[in-house]
Structure formats: structure tokens, C-alpha cells
């Protein structure tokens, strides 16, 4: 069907969108996978009293909004190369439902940032076990990368007494070498100076998926008048 060149814009942009959004669901479903079945991370799956613990929180999150992300992209991208008004409809359904959600935790995060922290400190403290556990590799890359974001070091900050030593960053002055910040206390003053710059990705992120769904409807509504065109043309042959 033809579409004119704003319709020809939005397919583009829809395009783009989705292989953006389906390179992030898949890193977060690959991610979430790993943790759920890894040999090192499985056995905190099958401790009852664990089952609402940060950790299997964040690992069912991470691998339900993969799968939801990865069924958008599915959608989208069908719906936008092929222009299926179908498809369009479901992916626009989609779409609200994710940018409202973006919406309401971004808005709930801020308002809720000291529970949100404790969490997420939470989670970093299950990682942390894990590692002396069994020193898995992928985990320690994971901590190393906490460790050199937020420039602390495990859980004591005492570079001499920290069982994971090897993942904490260089220190930074003479001071640092005795004792440095500890992770989970950083974790906590982070998110509380920081949840504005939280809640702002959220809406952000939000008002993307809100571009993404003006311009699934603008494509709805050029193919539906293409299709009228079509119709109303064989109605005049035939």
C-alpha cells in the first residue's frame, strides 16, 4: 500500500525503535535466563524462604520484561513492514500499556526511594554471596563493574580484609588504600540523590514509547485509507 511521506517517516522510525528495543529485550531475557538456570545462581530457586527475596525478584523481572519487550518487537516489526492493521493495533495496545507502566514506576520509584534502594542493596548483597560461593566469573565481571560505576568496594570498604579485593577498583589516594565506601551504603546514598535522574529515565523512556505509538497510529490510519482507496477503486472497475 502506499504511504505518503510522514507514513514513510513513522515505518522508519517504528523500525529503528524496534531493533533498539529487541537488542535491550534480548540482553535482559539472556541475562534473567542466566541467573534463573546458571549452576551457581539455580539453587536460590529452590530455597523456599529465598522465593521473595531482591534476587529472584529482580531475575523474574528482568526475564518477564525481556519476553514482554521481545513480543512488542515482534509485533511491531510485522505489523510496520507489512502494514497489518492487525498487528499495528496490537502493537499500539502494547505500547500504552508500556509507557504507562514506565510512567507509574518511574513516578512510584521516586516517591518510594528509600525501599527501593534497601532492595536494590538487597540484590547487590545476594550478588556478592554468590561470588565468594563459588567465585563464578560472569558475577565477578558483574561486581566489577558495580564496584568501578560506584567507585566502592565489597561489603566491608576495607581493601585489606574484603574477601573480593580483586574486583574492587584502584583507590583512589593515600586514605583509600585502608579503607574505602562500602557498596551497600553507596548503593543506598546514590539512589537517594539520584532518584530525580531515576524517575526522569523512566518518564523518558516512557515518553519514547509515546512517539513509538503516535507514530503505529499514524501507519493505522494511513493503511486504512489506502484500504478504502482500494476498495472503493474495485468497486468502480467491477
Keep these: 500500500m502506499a504511504l505518503d511521506g510522514c507514513g514513510l517517516f513513522c515505518k522508519y522510525v517504528l523500525f529503528i525503535f524496534n ?17 534463573r538456570f546458571s549452576n551457581s545462581t539455580r ?6 524462604a529465598l522465593n521473595s527475596s531482591a534476587f529472584v525478584t529482580a531475575v523474574t523481572v528482568l526475564i518477564a520484561l525481556g519476553s514482554v519487550m521481545l513480543i512488542v518487537v515482534a509485533f511491531g516489526d510485522y505489523g510496520a513492514c507489512n ?4 498487528a499495528l493495533q496490537v502493537f499500539s495496545t502494547l505500547l500504552a500499556i508500556l509507557a ?13 526511594s ?9 540484590f547487590y548483597s545476594s550478588m556478592y554471596a554468590l561470588y565468594l560461593t563459588n567465585k563464578d566469573p560472569v558475577i565477578g565481571a558483574t561486581l566489577t563493574f558495580i564496584h568501578n560505576m560506584l567507585h566502592c568496594c565489597g561489603i566491608t570498604g576495607v581493601p585489606v580484609i574484603e574477601f573480593a579485593k580483586n574486583t574492587c577498583p584502584k583507590p583512589d589516594g593515600f586514605m583509600e588504600h585502608i579503607v574505602m565506601p562500602n557498596c551497600p551504603a553507596t548503593i543506598i546514598t546514590v539512589f537517594d540523590s ?8 523512566f ?15 499514524i501507519l493505522l490510519k494511513q493503511t486504512k485509507r489506502a484500504q478504502q482507496e482500494i476498495s472503493a477503486f474495485y468497486s468502480t472497475v467491477y
Design 19 to 35: 531493533l533498539i528495543f529487541a537488542l535491550v529485550g534480548f540482553a535482559f531475557l539472556g541475562l534473567g535466563l542466566w541467573l
Design 43 to 48: 539453587p536460590i530457586f529452590q530455597i523456599e
Design 83 to 86: 502494514e497489518k492493521r492487525g
Design 100 to 112: 504507562t507502566a514506565e510512567v507509574v514506576v518511574g513516578v512510584l520509584a521516586y516517591s518510594k
Design 114 to 122: 528509600d525501599e527501593v534502594a534497601l532492595n536494590i542493596g538487597e
Design 194 to 201: 539520584k532518584a530525580p535522574l531515576v524517575m526522569g529515565i
Design 203 to 217: 518518564v523518558g523512556t516512557g515518553a519514547l514509547l509515546i512517539i513509538a505509538l503516535v507514530c503505529a497510529t
